[in-house]
């Protein structure tokens, strides 16, 4: 939103986001929500407030998560050796026994960092700068928050918000593969291994430009999965069922985790 | 609108985020793995469970943090 606003001249003077994740039901997974309320300062028009919200709705993460725009090609990987790819349409897959662990309501709360902005020798906007964000949610005995960065700054400082949205679906998927995967004992668990492949092309101003217009960009990745086991012990079909069941692929594939959205003017 | 699908992704980036799973309830995510311009950045994140407080917060939140960004 950023770099949407310096591009349209739109004087944004800071910008702040609530979420409220919530667990949700979805057939043959456990499914969330998430309620968004993103609060903007400036002496902002109401058809740049307009810009600004689709922009929102429109940036790359949130594409992937609310639009079902990511094409995913699946690949799963055996200790012993194999590959193979993994088709994309469902056929009939195994139930598996396991389950997934309930996602706990909690929050995330995004706030800018003004002065993380980096501008060239010319004083243009080179780098649209970072975010600080804390993420609250119920633990087993207590409260727990956490602080994550990310954001738009000279290269290697700190993960841009695409690829630490993957991570998160790297991670989700490693998670649901330990929790349904019929494992024989802990080993099993430990050979567990997710690889995620991103399509970077376009960058900064295919993303800046779509979100601005309000379009999709249907972007890919690859996910290897490597599990424990042989094709045989471990079929495919088996490796399948449980990756449809993940809630970030879910989200990635059909979209419509969004409950709710604000856009206010703080 | 929708824009034509981007190009498949090469092999040379098919390995820039690697997730493992450490013991039962915790899981290592490292972002640009071999990558020396783009990372490595790890994140903990934790796998609710009846036995253990949480190392990091659980994988789904971690995306919508990358939202918020």
């Known amino acids: ?266 | 609108m929708t824009q034509p699908n981007s190009p498949p992704v090469s092999l040379e980036t098919r390995r820039s985020i690697v997730s493992r799973p450490v013991g039962d309830d915790t899981v290592l995510t490292l972002i640009g793995a071999g990558d020396n311009t783009r990372g490595p950045w790890p994140f903990v994140t934790g796998i609710p469970n009846l036995k253990t407080d949480l190392a990091g917060p659980p994988a789904q939140y971690l995306s919508v943090a990358a939202w918020a960004a």
């Open chain 1, 1 to 266: 939103m950023v770099g949407v606003a310096y591009r349209g001249g739109i004087p944004l003077e800071d910008i702040g986001v609530d979420f409220e994740l919530e667990p949700i039901e979805r057939a043959g997974s456990i499914g969330f929500g998430v309620r968004e309320v993103v609060t903007l300062k400036g002496d902002l028009t109401e058809a740049q407030r307009v810009r600004l919200q689709r922009a929102s709705r429109y940036c790359p993460v949130a594409q992937a998560l609310t639009k079902g725009s990511m094409q995913i090609e699946d690949e799963v990987q055996w200790r012993s050796g194999e590959v193979t790819a993994i088709p994309a349409s469902s056929g009939n897959l195994p139930d598996l026994e396991g389950t997934l662990p309930v996602i706990q309501p909690g929050t995330v709360h995004g706030s800018y960092l003004l002065d993380t902005k980096e501008y060239d020798a010319d004083g243009v906007l080179e780098h649209e700068g970072e975010a600080k964000i804390y993420i609250t949610t119920r633990n087993l005995t207590h409260t727990s928050r956490w602080t994550v960065m990310a954001g738009h700054s000279s290269p290697g400082l700190i993960p841009p918000p695409f690829p630490s949205a993957h991570a998160g679906w790297a991670a989700s998927t490693a998670t649901t593969l330990t929790s349904l995967l019929p494992l024989e004992d802990e080993q099993d668990a430990r050979d567990i291994q997710v690889e995620v492949g991103l399509n970077m092309s376009g960058g900064r101003d295919l993303s800046q430009t779509s979100a601005a217009e309000g379009r999709i960009v249907h972007r890919s990745a690859v996910r290897r999965v490597v599990v424990p086991g042989t094709p045989r012990s471990m079929p495919v079909e088996t490796v399948q069922a449980a990756l449809q069941r993940d809630p970030i692929t879910i989200a990635y594939l059909e979209g419509g985790i969004l409950l709710d959205e604000q856009v206010v003017i703080g």
